[in-house]
Protein backbone atom coordinates (compact mmCIF):
# COMPACT_ATOMS: atom_id res chain seq x y z
CA UNK A 1 0.00 0.00 0.00
CA UNK A 2 2.80 2.30 0.60
CA UNK A 3 4.58 1.97 -2.71
CA UNK A 4 0.83 2.35 -4.47
CA UNK A 5 0.64 5.74 -2.18
CA UNK A 6 4.09 6.66 -3.32
CA UNK A 7 3.36 5.67 -7.16
CA UNK A 8 0.12 7.09 -7.61
CA UNK A 9 1.68 10.76 -5.90
CA UNK A 10 4.44 10.25 -8.27
CA UNK A 11 1.91 9.86 -11.16
CA UNK A 12 0.04 13.02 -10.06
CA UNK A 13 3.09 14.95 -9.91
CA UNK A 14 3.00 14.12 -13.90
CA UNK A 15 -0.83 14.97 -14.48
CA UNK A 16 -1.31 11.37 -15.12
CA UNK A 17 -4.71 11.45 -13.22
CA UNK A 18 -6.01 8.12 -14.41
CA UNK A 19 -2.67 6.60 -13.27
CA UNK A 20 -2.68 8.05 -10.40
CA UNK A 21 -5.78 6.54 -9.55
CA UNK A 22 -5.64 3.05 -10.46
CA UNK A 23 -2.46 3.06 -7.90
CA UNK A 24 -4.54 4.56 -5.47
CA UNK A 25 -7.22 2.44 -5.90
CA UNK A 26 -4.72 -0.77 -5.77
CA UNK A 27 -3.20 0.80 -2.37
CA UNK A 28 -7.02 0.55 -1.14
CA UNK A 29 -7.28 -2.89 -1.82
CA UNK A 30 -4.41 -3.85 -0.15
CA UNK A 31 -4.72 -2.62 3.15
CA UNK A 32 -5.91 -4.69 6.08
CA UNK A 33 -9.21 -4.72 7.51
CA UNK A 34 -9.13 -2.05 10.38
CA UNK A 35 -6.28 -0.13 8.84
CA UNK A 36 -8.05 3.03 9.70
CA UNK A 37 -7.04 2.09 13.44
CA UNK A 38 -3.97 0.34 12.49
CA UNK A 39 -2.74 2.30 9.82
CA UNK A 40 -4.66 5.85 9.98
CA UNK A 41 -2.07 8.32 8.28
CA UNK A 42 -1.77 5.56 5.31
CA UNK A 43 -5.48 4.74 4.97
CA UNK A 44 -6.50 8.20 5.44
CA UNK A 45 -3.91 9.53 2.54
CA UNK A 46 -4.50 6.76 -0.13
CA UNK A 47 -8.54 7.51 0.65
CA UNK A 48 -8.12 11.18 0.45
CA UNK A 49 -5.75 11.56 -2.70
CA UNK A 50 -8.27 8.57 -4.41
CA UNK A 51 -11.10 11.14 -4.13
CA UNK A 52 -9.10 14.09 -5.67
CA UNK A 53 -7.83 12.44 -8.28
CA UNK A 54 -11.32 10.90 -9.40
CA UNK A 55 -12.31 14.50 -9.22
CA UNK A 56 -9.58 15.65 -11.86
CA UNK A 57 -9.79 12.59 -13.78
CA UNK A 58 -13.56 13.31 -14.60
CA UNK A 59 -15.21 11.14 -12.51
CA UNK A 60 -16.79 13.38 -10.03
CA UNK A 61 -19.24 10.70 -8.83
CA UNK A 62 -16.56 7.98 -8.04
CA UNK A 63 -15.16 10.91 -5.58
CA UNK A 64 -18.51 11.97 -3.92
CA UNK A 65 -19.22 7.82 -3.55
CA UNK A 66 -17.74 7.17 -0.03
CA UNK A 67 -19.35 10.07 1.12
CA UNK A 68 -22.86 8.60 0.74
Do not use: N
Not at 7 to 29: D, E, L, N, P, T
Request: aromatic residues 10%.
Amino acid sequence: AELDLAAGRKARRSAAFAAAVQHFRQGIAVLPEGSWSSHYPLTFALHRDCMEREHFAGDPDAAAAPFE
